[in-house]
């Protein structure tokens, strides 16, 4: 399904750090581990995740946001959808064409419709992208480029289409170790000159393609197992990031970003931190 856009306006995003206005995010009402997809949900799947307390970060982290100025938007949590709150997963931004994604695994799947109804509601235009698997925790874009990591939730048929969507974009594809789920949980990029990654996950030769583009910052192991990766930007060189991750944190303090410590430590439990549960709109 192609809508045509009506207002170009209403969607933009040309980078993961220009300055954040409009994000979509759902609040983890109905949060729990009931299928293991990744290996931080495989340490916690013998202890419930605690929703009051799950759900009081989450609005600690909206509110950061709305501190600094990001309109956000919030989409009705549904008990048939435990893992809603990574909202980053649904959909994906890249210039004025807001994707929705096709889940791969099935305990996702049907998150992508609540967020079309939204859209149609709000008559805000998108492409669904219904053939082949890809989710927004696989797509990172600076400018024309763009990263898609080749993991169980993204293939390569779908990387291949996603070019031919937009021919304007270099498309990067970037194997690495699907045991971390999603890209953003091992490669996120802070700026036209800095990212983070966790190079363990990757080939070495793609580490070292990367490291020509950006000044990569490595993540340790620990941290990464933290989502020390997964920290969201929102412009301007600030950077929301756990406080547990205090190696991360002062290696970006160190480069010049200004870290907004947001502590997230229920919702990590599920594998996901700031950056899967936000899915900006518009960024400037």
């Not at 995010?25 to 299928?35: A, R, V």
């Not at 031919?164 to 490669?187: A, G, Q, R």
């Amino acid at each position: 399904m192609v809508n045509i856009f009506k207002d170009q306006s209403q969607i933009q995003c040309q980078s993961e750090y220009g300055e954040l206005q409009k994000v979509i995010l759902c609040e983890p009402q109905y949060m729990e581990i009931k299928e293991v997809i990744n290996d931080v949900q495989k340490k916690y799947i013998n202890s419930s995740i605690d929703r009051s307390l799950a759900i009081s970060q989450h609005q600690i982290f909206e509110q950061t946001l709305r501190n600094a100025g990001v309109e956000v938007i919030k989409l009705p949590p549904s008990k048939d959808h435990p893992e809603q709150v990574f909202t980053r997963d649904i959909g994906f931004t890249l210039g004025n064409c807001l994707f929705i994604s096709e889940m791969a695994n099935p305990i996702r799947q049907g998150e992508e419709k609540v967020l079309a109804e939204w859209m149609n509601e709000h008559n805000i235009s998108y492409k669904k992208l219904s053939t082949h698997s890809i989710e927004g925790g696989d797509v990172i874009v600076d400018g024309h480029r763009v990263f898609v990591g080749i993991s169980h939730r993204t293939s390569k048929k779908a990387i291949q289409d996603l070019q031919e969507e937009l021919p304007d974009f270099e498309i990067f594809p970037i194997p690495f170790n699907p045991k971390y789920l999603h890209l953003d949980c091992v490669f996120n990029i802070l700026s036209s000159k800095d990212a983070l990654i966790y190079p363990d996950a990757i080939d070495p030769e793609i580490v070292d393609n990367l490291s020509s583009m950006y000044n990569l910052i490595e993540v340790s192991e620990s941290e990464q197992f933290s989502m020390g990766t997964n920290v969201l930007s929102i412009g301007n060189n600030r950077v929301l990031s756990l406080p547990l991750n205090s190696d991360v944190n002062h290696q970006l303090r160190k480069h010049g970003y200004q870290v907004l410590e947001v502590d997230f430590s229920e919702i990590i439990k599920s594998g996901g931190s700031f950056r899967c549960c936000s899915m900006p709109i518009v960024r400037q």
